[in-house]
């Protein structure tokens, strides 16, 4: 198995060094301000021309549907005392999900701007980094530091609904201090996941 993912790591890299650079035709570029109080954001999403999601520490979720005119603010509590730091953010399509840092992680569904906790884990070594979703909008994954010898890898396959961790004996192996892919380059790690999936729930069983 770690034979396998080595040489899929080596694949990948030379994937994205023989990438061709594409420059984009931009003719003009507009900059507006808008001022966030009481929270540092750690993740965007761009929907379209004039929709825009946040989220960020302090628990907060902010979202615009008029091009940053007005926003709608959702401060999230769990069980009323902790307030999560937010740093990846994901949509399906129709809703979105947020994802937090540290202990206890924590994934929220957020719906017309109500929140629900989808999934929760509780460990000394638990950090959740990035959530994607996949192109059909059912697929998707989130990755984070090993709290045992693998990668901490949830998967749904449900838009979200759902989320699963996927067991170290589906996982290659990975030492003490190690931290998966995390610090390797995003375009790495957005590659990465097609591959890693597959093979991480070949022949797996929830």
Same mark, same amino acid.
């Given at each position: 198995? !770690? !034979? $396998?993912?080595?040489?899929?790591?080596?694949?990948?890299?030379? $994937?994205?060094?023989?990438?061709?650079?594409?420059?984009?035709? %931009?003719?003009? +570029?507009?900059?507006?301000?808008?001022?966030?109080?009481?929270?540092? $954001? !750690?993740?965007?999403?761009?929907?379209?021309?004039?929709?825009?999601?946040?989220?960020?520490?302090?628990?907060? %979720?902010?979202?615009?549907?008029?091009?940053?005119?007005?926003?709608?603010?959702?401060?999230?509590?769990?069980?009323?005392?902790?307030?999560?730091? *937010?740093?990846?953010?994901? *949509?399906?399509?129709?809703?979105?999900?947020?994802?937090?840092?540290?202990?206890?992680?924590?994934?929220?569904? +957020?719906?017309?701007?109500?929140?629900?906790?989808?999934?929760?884990?509780?460990?000394?070594?638990?950090?959740?980094?990035? +959530?994607?979703? *996949?192109?059909?909008?059912?697929?998707?994954?989130?990755?984070?530091?090993?709290?045992?010898?693998?990668?901490?890898?949830?998967?749904?396959?449900?838009?979200?609904?759902?989320?699963?961790?996927?067991?170290?004996?589906? @996982?290659?192996?990975?030492?003490?201090?190690?931290?998966?892919? @995390?610090?390797?380059?995003?375009?790495?790690?957005?590659?990465?996941?097609?591959? $890693? @999936?597959?093979?991480?729930?070949?022949?797996?069983? *929830?």
């Amino acid at each position: 198995m !770690r !034979r $396998i993912f080595g040489i899929i790591l080596i694949f990948l890299f030379l $994937i994205s060094c023989k990438q061709e650079y594409q420059p984009r035709n %931009i003719s003009t +570029i507009s900059i507006e301000t808008y001022k966030i109080d009481a929270t540092s $954001i !750690r993740a965007i999403q761009v929907i379209d021309s004039t929709t825009v999601v946040y989220a960020g520490s302090n628990g907060t %979720i902010g979202t615009t549907v008029d091009n940053g005119k007005t926003w709608s603010i959702l401060n999230i509590k769990y069980k009323d005392s902790i307030i999560p730091n *937010f740093r990846s953010l994901a *949509f399906n399509g129709s809703d979105y999900f947020a994802l937090s840092i540290a202990n206890p992680a924590l994934l929220y569904k +957020i719906s017309d701007m109500e929140a629900t906790l989808q999934y929760t884990e509780e460990d000394a070594k638990v950090f959740y980094d990035a +959530i994607a979703f *996949f192109d059909d909008n059912k697929h998707g994954i989130a990755v984070g530091d090993p709290t045992e010898n693998c990668a901490s890898i949830l998967i749904t396959d449900d838009g979200g609904e759902n989320w699963h961790k996927i067991p170290c004996e589906n @996982l290659p192996e990975i030492a003490e201090g190690e931290a998966f892919l @995390l610090q390797v380059t995003p375009i790495l790690k957005q590659l990465a996941v097609p591959f $890693i @999936l597959p093979l991480a729930v070949k022949n797996l069983e *929830f």
